[in-house]
């Protein structure tokens, strides 16, 4: 059974940091690629940030890029948000997610993504 976990969520001030990890079981982490989606409330889930399957490769919303760093370690089947700068529009609850394996990367729509975790809450004050 494959189980996604996200950790690290919690209150934070404008311009102040996070780190959020996602740890993967069932699913050897290796061979997917994977992502970062958020959805605040009364919006529509959005694409945050993806790596894939080695973690060389990285893509951003451009909400974020130059403030979250996205990245993994296959050997603790975890991925990692680093979010820095942060804004009160990052207030959301930010799910980690595999990506199908027939899909190229990168993938920034949900429906490419298979498995997902609970999701963590994230909010940030101004």
């Known amino acids: 059974q494959v189980q996604l976990v996200e950790s690290g969520g919690g209150l934070v001030q404008a311009g102040g940091s996070l780190r959020l990890s996602c740890v993967v079981s069932g699913r050897t982490l290796s061979m997917y690629n994977m992502g970062w989606f958020r959805q605040a409330p009364g919006k529509e889930r959005e694409f945050v940030a993806a790596?894939?399957?080695?973690?060389?490769?990285?893509n951003y919303a451009d909400s974020v890029k130059g403030r979250f760093t996205i990245s993994r370690d296959n050997a603790k089947n975890t991925m990692y948000l680093q979010m820095s700068s942060m804004k009160p529009e990052d207030t959301a609850v930010y799910s980690c997610?595999?990506?199908?394996?027939?899909?190229?990367?990168?993938?920034?729509?949900?429906?490419?993504?298979?498995?997902w975790g609970q999701g963590t809450q994230v909010t940030v004050s101004s």
């Open positions: 790596v894939n399957r080695n973690g060389v490769s990285t």
């Open positions: 997610a595999t990506a199908r394996s027939s899909v190229y990367f990168p993938a920034r729509i949900a429906g490419a993504y298979d498995y």
